[in-house]
């Protein structure tokens, strides 16, 4: 269940109620949410490495680009849920399946 | 503050989403069963009943009957009992613009091999007895629910109807039935007034038949 790309960036599960989401749905439908969660240190390359050295020699004015982020790379099936109205709802995309430094 | 009374089927819905599998499958059929394709047609409804047949299929009973056969009180006419009509999304897998006669729908079923076998399945194995203890003739639940479980994406979808007492009826009904009247009426009490597969139900939503939970071994 756990994906190790780099050391450190990994697959972490938490048991919620959907209304927890704060996506605005009323109902009383419960689900586990994973995410991913973790340093990406280990996974730098030198791009990183000379974007860290010049955002410190402020040589990018005030350009601050994105180093290696520990993101999910696959996402969870499908979440159906009934709400309170009797309307069913999908979510997709919602929970990560696959962690990875990118 | 009163604590508010236990929602079978609610309980029911939270297991499936926590269960990979069920979560899985039961996104799988609602997706198709809720998604308007045209402005004439609220959904496809071959595709809402073939992944309604998947779910029945794949999904372990402990969690599909679980929604499907949820027991709810009698005064509960409401938050419990609807969420389980809506188990099998009925506006789509259920509902038509008109009703068909019960025995001209009997007929269309027949053209169809998984439908007809199903069909025949349902009737030899909630065959009611009233001088058996359990109310039917072959004195298993687990083979009777699994044969009404199996008419779920056939055209002989059936579902519960909202009354009292536990009924279920495909969507037809026995109006203009001419001279076949009293066989088409036949016919739908055995989805109405069926109380083998009504003992059956109960027992499965009272937790007190717990054979349906496992595999039955071969005797």
Redesign the interface.
Known sequence: RISVHSRGCLLKEVHLNVTDLGLGYQTKEELIFRYCSGPCVEAETNYDKILNNLTHNKKLDKDTPSRTCCRPIAFDDDLSFLDDNVVYHTLKKHSARKCGCV | PAVARD?NC?NA??AC??N?TC??Y???Y??P??SRVSTAEVCNKRKCHKALRQFFDKVPPKHSYGMLFCSCPLSDQTACS??RR?TI?PACSYEEKQKPNCLELQASCKTNYICRSRLADFFVNCQPEPRSLSGCLKENYADCLLAYSGLIGTVMTPNYLRSPKISVSPFCDCSNSGNNKDECDKFTEFFTENTCLRNAIQAFGNGTDVGVWQPMSPV
Do not use: F
């Open positions: 929602n609610l819905a939270k989403n926590l990979d979560k899985k039961r996104s799988s609602i997706s069963c809720t609807e969420r809506q999304v």
